[in-house]
């Protein structure tokens, strides 16, 4: 087998995914490999190098014909520099890191890092459910909300690489504190935590998104009520986003994107109803569809994008 290609790195709050993906963006092998949260032992850098050598020598891999490397990150990625921001998301210790000069001394190859979200924008744009799509806004629900946005067929990074942090797009004036230090953002509203929260105020049963779902798809009517106010500042949130950027696809994703009946389908119905008329012309909401290879195929986009344009040498 031709082995020549690129390593997709998608770095997780808990473990690093690791890949080996063609130019079509097909992963060929792919690994997992936990992250000490702690850091006592080892640093997230020092976990990324590992899984990369281990994927490689589990797979006969040579590095050095790989073309480059292509980084998913969390929190807010300057993306010209190649850094993580202050801000490090959900990964210990990782404001500040200078993730493309570290991979590069040490593998030799180019590098690109983009945040997480924009990841799977570009993945789902490219092989995914916005195959062929040029303006897409692409809204990840997890304990979180990430995504990206791309306009005429170019991800949006805005200035420094930051551009895409949807979960912060503020939706409640003077709302809810939340961990950036704004208050009313997207995030703690119609994040799946925002509904697990309102669910365990109701019942202890309701700890989780999926005990949650689990009881409306059985007809739970305090369940069902639960998740169609959740839902509402979903569709809030998503049209606000649908008047400033005017997308042909809005896609959704995250575990409970799996929920179509639940969320899907009346997330769509709301977005039409509460969108001026003329936004709603060839708007499609439907569920992301790489799951977690979205980040490693992304990553790679990613690094395909900047070696085209020139801003990373082959």
């Known amino acids: 087998m031709d082995r020549k290609g690129y390593l997709g790195i998608d770095i997780g ?36 190098i590992r899984s990369i050598n281990e994927l490689c020598a589990s797979n006969q891999i040579d590095i ?27 990964v210990p210790n990782w404001g500040g890191t ?16 983009a945040n997480d ?25 997890g304990t979180g909300i990430g ?20 979960g912060h797009f503020v939706t ?23 509904l697990v929260k309102e669910g365990m105020m109701l019942r202890d049963r309701w700890y989780t998104g999926r005990n949650i779902f689990e009881d409306a798809n059985a007809g739970d009517e305090e369940a069902l009520a639960l998740v169609d106010r959740w839902t509402d500042e979903v569709a809030y949130g998503i049209a606000g986003l649908v008047h400033i950027f005017n997308p042909e696809v809005i896609l959704i994703g995250g575990g409970v994107s799996a929920q179509g009946g639940l969320v899907i389908q009346p997330v769509r ?26 980040g490693m195929v992304g990553a790679v986009k990613h690094l395909l994008d900047e070696i085209a344009a020139g801003t990373v040498k082959e």
Not at 174 to 179: I, L, W
Not at 274 to 290: G, P
């Open 172 to 194: 409640h004036a003077g709302g809810r504190e939340c961990a950036c230090g704004g208050h009313g953002c997207f995030e703690k509203y119609a994040a799946t935590s925002a």
């Open 64 to 90: 050095h014909s790989m073309t480059g490397i292509g980084v998913s990150s969390p929190g807010s990625v300057n993306s010209s520099s190649g850094s993580i921001a202050i801000s490090g998301g959900n």
């Open 269 to 294: 119905e709301k977005v039409n109803d509460i969108i001026m008329q003329d936004f709603t012309e060839n708007l499609t909401v439907k569920r992301a569809s790489l799951g977690n290879d979205a």
């Open 13 to 48: 709050g808990t473990a690093v995914k690791a890949g080996l993906v063609n130019s079509k963006g097909e992963v060929i092998v792919r690994s997992e490999t936990d992250i000490d949260r702690s850091c006592q032992h080892e640093t997230v850098m020092q976990t990324v």
């Open 147 to 166: 995504g990206g946005i791309i306009s005429r067929g170019k991800l949006i990074e805005g200035r420094n690489g930051y551009a895409g942090e949807i």
């Open 98 to 113: 200078k993730i493309c000069a570290i991979l590069e001394e040490e593998f030799g190859l180019p590098v690109s890092v």
């Open 117 to 141: 979200g924009n990841c799977v924008a570009l993945a789902e744009a490219w092989i995914g459910a916005a195959r062929g799509c040029d303006d897409v806004v692409c809204v990840t629900l």
